[in-house]
């Protein structure tokens, strides 16, 4: 069975430090990983996706994340958080053999506070 | 390109009703998905289409939900008669052709949010 896991509801963080938000997974094989992001009265928006290849992973306002095999994890960061960034975020997985089902977390909630 | 669109964006009904859910998935997506999401949860799979013909409803509560995809392009969600628990936000999500590596992507509509009262 596949799960994901987003440890924190919330995360504050100040304008202009870096921010994590974490994300642990579980699949019975290889995993496809995706983080979005949801703004108040709005529908998940693509952050960013993990399929294959460097485990540093690039997407769209500056966020990236970073797979880790060996701990199940696939954190997203940002170098330098901006008050328009607080939002609330998605981890996703689903499997290779899947019909492309996603299974997301329960959400964290990001502050940045100006 | 245009995204996906749903309608209507806010419904209230009393327990026992019926209500209708409607979506139009961004031109040329053969693949469409229907979501709940409870407040304080993450989204949750009720059904997925590929073109008109169902791909996994093993999620959907078939003696009060069906879907339809007429035509493989929009998509109705109704739920018939409500309960107070499927008070959510229905969200409606579109990809290419589930398979190939562009269909990785799905892309979300703004919401439905359903108040059962």
């Known amino acids: 069975a596949q799960s994901v896991a987003q440890p924190e509801d919330q995360v504050n963080v100040a304008e202009g430090n870096p921010l994590t938000v974490k994300c642990t997974y579980s699949?019975?094989?290889?995993?496809?990983l995706f983080w979005y992001v949801q703004y108040p009265n709005r529908g998940l928006q693509f952050l960013l996706k993990y399929i294959t290849g460097d485990n540093l992973v690039k997407g769209s306002y500056g966020f990236e994340a970073e797979f880790n095999k060996s701990q199940t994890s696939f954190h997203l960061k940002k170098p330098s958080a901006l008050v328009s960034d607080s939002a609330l975020y998605f981890c996703a997985v689903r499997d290779q053999a899947g019909a492309n089902n996603l299974f997301f977390g329960t959400g964290t909630r990001l502050t940045v506070i100006p | 390109e245009a995204g996906v669109a749903q309608s209507p964006r806010y419904k209230i009904i009393e327990k026992r009703q019926s209500v209708a859910f409607w979506c139009n998935p961004i031109?040329?997506?053969?693949?469409l998905y229907w979501y709940q999401q409870i407040l304080g949860q993450g989204p949750k799979l009720l059904i997925q289409?590929?073109?008109?013909?169902?791909?996994?409803d093993s999620q959907l509560p078939k003696d009060r939900f069906s879907a339809e995809r007429l035509k493989g392009v929009d998509s109705t969600l109704k739920i018939q008669p409500a309960k107070l628990e499927d008070s959510a936000v229905y969200l409606c999500?579109?990809?290419?052709?589930?398979?190939?590596?562009?269909?990785?992507?799905?892309?979300f509509g703004p919401g439905t949010r359903l108040t059962v009262t």
């Open positions: 031109s040329g997506h053969a693949t």
């Open positions: 289409f590929q073109n008109n013909g169902v791909v996994d």
């Open positions: 699949v019975s094989g290889n995993p496809y």
């Open positions: 999500a579109s990809s290419l052709l589930a398979g190939g590596p562009g269909s990785y992507e799905q892309y």
